[in-house]
């Protein structure tokens, strides 16, 4: 079947976030817009195996850059095979490539701080903030500690 302007294709969403607190937020995130077309990518751990959407799993690299830059490839290639028009992440180093990876392929960008951030900014954050497309605090009192990209609707969990 051939796309027109009246039946485009739907919004894909690419999901990122290391397992833990800053998944169980995406989740929150992932349930209210289960209408669209998704997949994620997140850290490989036993807990969250058998996903139903299409979800890609890295070995843990913990904080260590180098062990994130040798997954380059395989971030450029799930981001090839599923052409999301919107990358949404909560963090943690895992959004830092693909972040930067969709700013290349001009793929629209969301972070969203984690809500454990209360007072003082993600090592993630910080370096997301200045590329991401949308920014979003969960804090208030996060607005003046980030600038004038941050922006506060509330929490969302």
């Given at each position: 079947m051939q796309e027109n302007d009246t039946n485009p294709r739907p919004t894909k969403i690419g999901y990122i976030a290391s397992a833990g607190g800053h998944l169980t937020e995406l989740d929150q995130i992932r349930t209210s817009l289960e209408s669209f077309p998704s997949f994620l990518v997140t850290y490989d751990s036993a807990k969250i195996r058998g996903l139903d959407e299409p979800t890609y799993y890295f070995p843990d690299t913990g904080a260590s850059p180098t062990k994130l830059v040798t997954r380059l490839p395989?971030?450029?290639?799930?981001?090839?095979?599923?052409?999301?028009?919107?990358?949404?992440?909560?963090?943690?180093?895992?959004?830092?490539?693909?972040?930067?990876?969709?700013?290349?392929?001009?793929?629209?960008?969301?972070?969203?701080?984690?809500?454990?951030?209360?007072?003082?900014?993600?090592?993630?954050?910080?370096?997301?903030?200045?590329?991401?497309?949308?920014?979003?605090?969960?804090?208030?009192?996060?607005?003046?500690?980030?600038?004038?990209?941050?922006?506060?609707?509330?929490?969302?969990?």
């Open positions: 395989n971030m450029k290639k799930i981001l090839q095979h599923e052409d999301p028009d919107l990358l949404i992440t909560t963090g943690a180093e895992l959004a830092i490539p693909f972040i930067l990876i969709a700013k290349l392929r001009e793929i629209r960008t969301i972070f969203i701080e984690s809500l454990c951030r209360i007072d003082e900014p993600s090592v993630t954050g910080a370096i997301c903030y200045h590329f991401a497309d949308e920014f979003y605090v969960q804090w208030r009192n996060l607005l003046d500690v980030y600038g004038h990209k941050a922006t506060y609707r509330g929490q969302v969990v």
